[in-house]
């Protein structure tokens, strides 16, 4: 703010500028960037998807809350991630010590496992069979920040093109000792049917519909495992991925730092939060063999 005092002496017929003082007060606060502009959810988006493509690898911890029936269960978890896909996971609780590694194109596309406790025997299972599934609404196959990305861009680019839903970008304060921004979002219930084909499972379906297989059984009450479908069954498909929606992106790094989501009834449905992650560790083939000596295959 400025302040300017003129003082002017009129004669006749002529005006005469005899003095100028100047005066300003102290310096304003230096505004940054981030703090002049709240991004729109598709510059979040778009930022989190070019951040995570130049991720080689990761490494860190996940919390995740999983609905089933009417319990929400919570896990914790260690991780390590690298491209091309390679998965390592070790739980901390429940479940303590049991391991977990998959890498695509090996192993016969199974997941190679053991469970931590008495006894423990080490062994390789479908990702998407029901042992592998247990406790879970992901497969080991989808794991990762991608799919995070994925399933909520997704679905917020979907409300968005189609005219509905109510979405805010608001600045998230802090979580994790990051400085966030936090998308919130809204979506009406709705969606389709479809028939289920000879010989398709919710897994099938899933694929074809582009909706995640365990968001179609939650919302299909008679269906307990993916492949309880029957041919000619009519199977319901929600259009979205829940009724409410939580996406918190870290200003530092773009990425995400917690996605949850919540049914059209307000119950948690999922949420997943990432408190420490190391970004582009330098991760070995070491880090995802079960023959490591640090691990307890």
Request: hydrophobic share 35%; proline share 5%; net charge neutral.
């Amino acid at each position: 703010m400025r302040k300017t005092l003129y003082i002017i002496v009129t004669f006749t017929g002529l005006c005469l500028l005899q003095g100028f003082v100047f005066a300003q007060d102290a310096a304003a606060p230096v505004v940054t960037e981030t703090e002049k502009k709240t991004p729109t959810v598709e510059e979040l988006l778009s930022g989190a998807e070019k951040a995570i493509a130049k991720v080689k690898d990761y490494k860190g911890t996940m919390i995740k809350y999983e609905r089933f029936g009417k319990d929400v269960e919570k896990a914790v978890m260690k991780f390590k991630f690298s491209r091309p896909f390679k998965v390592y996971i070790k739980f901390i609780r429940p479940h303590e010590g049991r391991e977990a590694i998959y890498k695509a194109g090996w192993n016969d596309g199974e997941v190679r496992t053991h469970k931590g406790d008495f006894p423990d025997i080490t062994l390789s299972l479908d990702p998407l069979g029901g042992t592998a599934m247990d406790e879970n609404h992901h497969p080991i196959t989808h794991f990762g920040l991608e799919n995070t990305i994925k399933i909520s861009g997704g679905n917020l680019r979907k409300a968005i093109k189609r005219g509905e839903g109510e979405f805010k970008v608001v600045d998230g304060g802090k979580m994790f000792r990051q400085a966030v921004w936090k998308i919130e979002a809204r979506f009406p219930k709705g969606g389709y049917f479809t028939i289920a084909k000879d010989d398709e499972t919710l897994w099938d379906i899933s694929k074809r519909t582009g909706q995640d297989c365990y968001m179609i059984m939650y919302n299909n009450k008679d269906y307990d495992e993916p492949d309880d479908v029957d041919e000619g069954d009519k199977v319901f498909i929600p259009r979205y991925y829940g009724g409410r929606a939580e996406f918190v992106i870290s200003k530092e790094t773009n990425l995400p730092v917690k996605a949850s989501t919540w049914d059209w009834a307000g119950r948690l449905y999922e949420s997943y939060e990432y408190p420490k992650l190391i970004l582009n560790p330098g991760l070995t083939s070491q880090d995802f063999n079960p023959d490591n000596k640090a691990y307890d295959f």
